[in-house]
């Protein structure tokens, strides 16, 4: 059994504590925010995850796992200390590290022992030479210290089952032996460990994020050409998977991606290239593509509609993906807005994000199930591909409606059936739009 400390109980944090406890280890988790910590004293969830709260609970009761404000208390038996807090996006596209200089100095002037510092969170490349110059920096004695890169991959909706069934543990630092330590911890896993240098494995989460984001870009730019050229972008993209090179994965036209991470790395990636003289012109192509889905959504609507002037439009899902009630960079945001700015009323629905989505959208009419979101709406638009939308009674829905338009912006469902019972439908490339 380790003694660890993880700073921070975002999404990152509270995950990988949680899941290091389950290993065996003695884990506290630290944060500033007094409410936060109060709550998860409490048993609840500062987030919606799958099987969060249970894990939680159990290791708790184990004595594998507490929760403190304190920094003191969190690294007085630490052998290694994760730094797990927020990186947002800053003004330019950087990340801003304030809340990691933050964890960095506050660690090394808790510091009594030596000790593994852990960079878990999402930093530019260099940040873990810089948080080693802040622990020399700050640290009150001369206690020895090893910085190690250790990239989350972690999605929200299946978080726990990567941490605990990870693809690969990526681990980076100038001190083997200190990598290798940390490499124990992940051993129970049984899974590929890879060991390099610091930056490369910096490197390595934001080139595997823009790598995905590229594929999501690059599958939503595919279907925008079969929508004029009349092909079907779903068998395209099967037809495309088979190939053992290009595989199926992130491969499903729609929205456009969003979220806490694809958003801010690619923005952040394409920021770190500029600032060395490099001209990231995929990177940027990607962004723009994104951007364009959403707009494309709205003249959706706005066509099959024939204006949004008092219109009623119903958004189904709010959160950026299923299984989470995260809305950071949700497509649902700027849809929502395109289609404010055009005279629509928007009402929305989404199985858990409903809390997020009032401080979010407020200017958003709430609905209690996909049924009350339905009726009296001229169109509905699927943003979110919850599986109970795929299982809605379609009858009933066009039947509350007042309009007939389906917009299926994640090619949920089949466009024959859906004529069948009466809808005006489009999906994303699905190869009928011709003219």
Known sequence: MKNIAVIGVGYVGLVTGVCLADLGNRVVCVDIVEAKIEKLKQGEMPIYEPGLEDLVDRNVKAGRLSFTTSYAEGLKEADFVFIAV????????????????????????????????????????????????????????????????????????????????????????????????????????RATIMITDLRTAEMIKYASNAFLATRISFINEIANICEALGADVKEVATGMGYDQRIGHGYLDAGVGYGGSCFPKDVKALTYMAETKGRHPQLLRAVMDINDDQRRQIARKVENALGSLQDKVVGLLGLAFKP???????????????????????????????????????PSVELSDSAYDL????????????????????????????????????RNIYEPGPMRELGFYYRGVGRGYELG
């Open 86 to 189: 927020g990186t947002p996006e800053g003004v330019d596209g950087e990340a801003d590290l304030r809340h990691v200089r933050m964890a960095a100095r506050s660690i090394a002037e808790g510091m009594t022992h030596p000790m593994i510092i852990v960079n878990k969170a999402t930093v530019p490349v260099g940040t873990g030479d810089w948080v080693a110059d802040l622990i020399r920096q700050y640290r009150n004695g001369n206690d020895d210290f090893a910085v190690v890169s250790n990239p989350e991959f972690l999605r929200e909706g299946s978080a726990i089952s990567d941490f605990l069934d990870p693809d690969r543990v990526v681990l980076g630092s100038l001190d083997l032996d200190a990598a290798e330590k940390v490499a124990q911890l992940y051993l129970p896993l």
């Open 323 to 361: 299984n989470t009630d995260d809305m950071r960079e949700a497509p649902a945001i700027y849809i929502a807005e395109l289609l404010m700015a055009g005279g629509a009323t928007v009402r929305g629905y989404d199985p858990v994000s409903e809390a997020v989505a009032a401080r979010v959208l």
């Open 374 to 409: 339905a009726e009296g709406c001229d169109a509905l638009v699927v943003v979110t591909d919850w599986n109970e939308f795929k299982n809605l009674d379609m009858a009933r829905i066009r039947g509350l409606m007042r309009g007939n338009v389906i917009i299926d912006g």
